[in-house]
């Protein structure tokens, strides 16, 4: 089943069993502020970012991003517990949605 559609990109979110409230606000903020985008009215490449260019954000969970390869064996003891990451998760889309703000469409996938 479709949970959400994205034409512009996605964000997908892997935490760490050593991430804090502090992480997840510079991760926010990093978001907000990076300058990956070409910007709307002059055009130049690399100058603009998704709130300038009013863009819509998929925030998708990921826990395989914390992967570390052990020989031919994944190994995701980085990757925070799921009941924890799931509140560090749902704390990072509401401090993005508030940095956001209302004119900013913030979608999620589902987590699990």
């Not at 009941?83 to 889309?93: G, H, I, L, P, W």
């Amino acid at each position: 089943a479709v949970v959400s559609t994205q034409s512009t990109g996605c964000v997908l979110l892997g935490i760490s069993r050593i991430d804090t409230d502090k992480e997840i606000e510079w991760m926010t903020t990093k978001l907000t502020n990076l300058r990956i985008f070409d910007h709307p009215e002059s055009g130049k490449p690399w100058d603009a970012n998704v709130l300038q260019c009013k863009y819509s954000i998929l925030i998708v969970s990921q826990f395989t991003l914390q992967c570390v390869l052990k020989g031919n064996k994944p190994d995701f003891h980085n990757a925070m517990r799921s009941e924890d990451s799931e509140t560090m998760y749902n704390k990072f889309v509401e401090i993005l949605r508030k940095k956001a703000g209302p004119d900013t469409l913030i979608q999620e996938g589902e987590f699990g």
